[in-house]
Antibody, heavy 121, light 107 residues
Framework: EVQLVESGGGLVKPGGSLRLSCAAS????????MNWVRQAPGKGLEWVSS????????YYADSVKGRFTISRDNAKNSLYLQMNSLRAEDTAVYYC??????????????WGQGTLVTVSS | DIQMTQSPSSLSASVGDRVTITCQAS??????LNWYQQKPGKAPKLLIY???NLETGVPSRFSGSGSGTDFTFTISSLQPEDIATYYC?????????FGQGTKLEIK
């Protein structure tokens, strides 16, 4: 069974840092591009970042560019999101999502259960 | 960025009703359009990809159509378990963008 499990969320002060992790199982992790998508409380979905299977291609939303860094460790079947200079508007549930197929990016399935990041003083 | 405009933002319908949600892109995205279902407190789930392709295991009462800038998502006969928020999403151009969502309730 394909499974994605996020961890690392929590309460952090504005300007602080947090590192999210996503542990993958049930598929060949090194073959798939991976993504982070977030959802502010009571709001819609916002794509955050994507990374290709070999980390050759990395993309960010403008809202996080320069503050967030996506990475992966294929040997550990893990995806990461290093979040620095956090702002109140970064408060959200952060989902890890796999690309639907190995051939084309932008379709997200499956998704993890999400981890809540709260930025507040 | 490509803006995705969904309508309506909320919808109340009866069990057995035919339900339609529309999604309009601010520019031509061909058929690079997905539909997701998000039940309360859960992660989103891919239902339709490439505008009209039903994801494996998804009931056939769900369907999608359209290309270019105008897209439609339909539930042919609403079931109680379909209560959720539905999102369209384009992946023709980065940044990938979502519609604002349509919250579906049972009347």
């Amino acid at each position: 069974e394909v499974q994605l499990v996020e961890s690392g969320g929590g309460l952090v002060k504005p300007g602080g840092s947090l590192r999210l992790s996503c542990a993958a199982s049930g598929f060949t992790f090194s073959s798939y591009s991976m993504n982070w998508v977030r959802q502010a409380p009571g709001k819609g979905l916002e794509w955050v970042s994507s990374i290709s299977s070999s980390s050759s291609y990395i993309y960010y939303a403008d809202s996080v560019k320069g503050r967030f860094t996506i990475s992966r460790d294929n040997a550990k079947n893990s995806l990461y999101l290093q979040m620095n200079s956090l702002r109140a508007e970064d408060t959200a549930v952060y989902y890890c999502a796999r690309d639907h197929t190995i051939f084309e990016g932008g379709r997200f399935d499956p998704w993890g259960q999400g981890t809540l990041v709260t930025v507040s003083s | 960025d490509i803006q995705m405009t969904q309508s309506p933002s909320s919808l109340s319908a009866s069990v057995g009703d035919r339900v339609t949600i529309t999604c309009q892109a601010s520019q031509d995205i061909s058929n690079y359009l997905n539909w997701y279902q998000q039940k309360p407190g859960k992660a989103p789930k891919l239902l339709i990809y490439d505008a009209s392709n039903l994801e494996t295991g998804v009931p056939s009462r769900f369907s999608g159509s359209g290309s270019g800038t105008d897209f439609t998502f339909t539930i042919s006969s609403l079931q109680p378990e379909d209560i959720a928020t539905y999102y369209c999403q384009q992946y023709d151009h980065l940044p990938y963008t979502f519609g604002q969502g349509t919250k579906l309730e049972i009347k």
